[in-house]
């Protein structure tokens, strides 16, 4: 029988705590399966986009189809976004873009306007933007804050009959990173738009 001595071992206890905690932090932080996992769990915009492009099926839709894009804005105030409402507009461009779509991002206020019945529809400057840029659907959302999450809701309209073609919501956790998007006013936006 071969004996460890005693010394040897204590020290290997010791070490192994340090030793583990060390390859948890590596695959923590190096792992990009799991950094986009995290990523994905708070934001969900892979979710958000494959539900809004769903219904987006031959004859009548295409890869062909030009979506304008939009940052979100928040609901209480449809004139006003954050980091938040960027990052989410920019991160759902990406996302329709990989699946194949043709995307155009439109930074520009008043988007929205209130009708005299109290319903959202998009203004006319928007959609004059819009057009020019051969757009058949615009990518437009809101977000509220409640204590815990955020409240998202994102719509593809059709700009010929201004009918909602797809929608979707979710709750988004309130990370550190979120709040501190959240708490960050964008800059004023204008009529610009990017290809």
Not at 43 to 51: F, L, S, V
Not at 56 to 66: A, E, G, K
Request: proline share 5%; net charge negative.
């Amino acid at each position: 029988m071969i004996t460890v001595p005693w010394i040897r071992v204590r020290l290997l206890l010791m070490l192994l705590p340090a030793l583990a905690a060390a390859l948890t932090a590596c695959s923590r932080h190096d792992d990009p399966l799991r950094n986009d996992y995290i990523y994905e769990r708070t934001y969900k915009t892979g979710i958000i986009a494959e539900r809004l492009a769903a219904p987006l099926v031959p004859p009548q839709w295409s890869t062909d189809t030009v979506i304008v894009v939009t940052s979100f804005v928040t609901l209480d105030d449809l004139r006003h976004t954050s980091r938040f409402g960027l990052v989410m507009g920019e991160q759902l461009l990406s996302r329709l873009a990989a699946m194949g779509f043709r995307v155009r991002e439109v930074r520009m206020q008043d988007i929205f306007y209130q009708e005299p019945n109290g319903e959202f529809v998009l203004s006319r400057d928007f959609a004059r933007v819009a057009h020019e840029l051969d757009a058949d659907l615009a990518l437009v959302g809101t977000y509220m804050e409640t204590a815990n999450h955020v409240i998202v809701t994102a719509r593809l309209v059709n700009f010929h009959d201004n009918e909602v073609v797809s929608s979707t919501d979710c709750q988004l956790p309130k990370t550190e990173d979120v709040i501190s998007l959240l708490h960050h006013t964008a800059p004023a936006a204008d009529s610009g738009s990017r290809r």
